[in-house]
Nanobody, 121 residues
Framework: VQLQASGGGLVQAGGSLSVSCAAS????????MGWFRQAPGKEREFVAA????????NYADSVKGRFTISKDNAKNTVYLQMRRLKPEDTAVYFC???????????????WGQGTKVTVSS
């Protein structure tokens, strides 16, 4: 499985931005996809996850109500729509995919390259 993330960029606080992640290869084995982020000097943290069917989602408390994860099944692409962005959302965002049949595990087998999101105050 290969994951290609895109999007990201610079946005002012309060603004919106979207990142996407296209999956290819043996995608039929996947159950879930997720987004993580890593801010400078901090550990990587979970942001959101979605089941491969798109019917189940899970969010970190810090982004709940502001971020929306969605999936285009025809394109095998997962999106993370980010609204009301804060400077503390600044990080490199990574997409991930896994075959485990749960959204609660933070262990993922496949990772894409990161895409940088910078929120200016």
């Amino acid at each position: 499985v290969q994951l290609q993330a895109s999007g990201g960029g610079l946005v002012q606080a309060g603004g919106s931005l979207s990142v996407s992640c296209a999956a290819s290869g043996r995608t039929f084995t996947l159950y879930r996809m997720g987004w993580f982020r890593q801010a400078p000097g901090k550990e990587r943290e979970f942001v959101a996850a979605i089941s491969w069917s798109g019917g189940i989602t899970n969010y970190a408390d810090s982004v709940k109500g502001r971020f929306t994860i969605s999936k285009d099944n025809a394109k095998n692409t997962v999106y993370l729509q980010m609204r009301r962005l804060k400077p503390e959302d600044t990080a490199v965002y990574f997409c991930a995919a896994d075959t485990a049949r749960t959204l609660l595990s933070l262990e993922y087998d496949y990772w894409g390259q990161g895409t940088k999101v910078t929120v200016s105050s």
